[in-house]
């Protein structure tokens, strides 16, 4: 393991919720695989664009889903998605290397990005109350160098890799997340609680 995994996986460690949410009530379950590596000494995240031919969320960018065990992983805060879905993210190590082999019937493309592209205001945006409970619904268009494609990531899927980053990298922002960067866990509980309180 590298360096910089072992560094990132120890600050990540501390997050790290284990079975204390196992109390919750009985909801449809997912999780979400955000898939980190090192790249010239930098984190990077895998990120997948789903097939315009899936009946939900279709042409969308996302973490990666299915089978799989990382040597390392750590889960963090689950969250309860606009449909009552609670998906837990888990974070793994994946070789630089890694080769992805995606059904193109589910998958369209595969990219990477740098991590800290979501700490950045450069390519951000933000619309206020469109997420209810959950804060600014965050936005980011990302253009691929490889294939010069722009990509649209936002809702869940770029909270969740801004969460991740500020925790990492531990880096603040350069826009305002609504969350804590130094202890996000409270408010994420709240949030949880919250819409456990309205189902």
Not at 7 to 28: C, H, R, V, W
Not at 42 to 71: D, I, N, Q
Not at 142 to 151: A, E, H, K, N, R
């Amino acid at each position: 393991m590298h360096t910089r995994e072992e560094e990132t996986a120890a600050i990540l460690k501390q997050f790290d919720i284990g079975n204390k949410f196992s109390y919750l009530p009985m909801l449809p379950k997912a999780s979400v695989l955000i898939p980190l590596f090192v790249k010239n000494g930098e984190l990077h995240t895998l990120m997948t664009l789903r097939s315009k031919e899936l009946r939900t969320s279709a042409g969308e960018v996302c973490f990666p889903g299915g089978r799989g065990t990382p040597a390392t992983k750590m889960i963090l805060f689950p969250i309860i998605n606009k449909s009552g879905l609670l998906v837990t993210p888990v974070v793994g190590f994946i070789e630089e290397h890694f080769c992805p082999c995606p059904n193109p019937a589910e998958v369209s493309a595969v990219f990477t990005v740098p991590l800290d592209f979501f700490t950045s205001e450069k390519d951000h945006y933000a619309a206020h109350g469109a997420a209810g409970m959950m804060g600014p619904l965050h936005s980011f268009y990302f253009v691929d160098p490889d294939s010069g494609t722009q990509y649209h990531i936002w809702g869940l899927t770029a909270m969740l890799a801004i969460m991740v980053a500020v925790l990492a990298l531990r880096k603040k922002p350069e826009f305002s997340v609504g969350f804590d960067s130094e202890d996000p866990s409270s408010f994420f509980q709240q949030v949880l609680q919250k819409r456990i309180s309205k189902l």
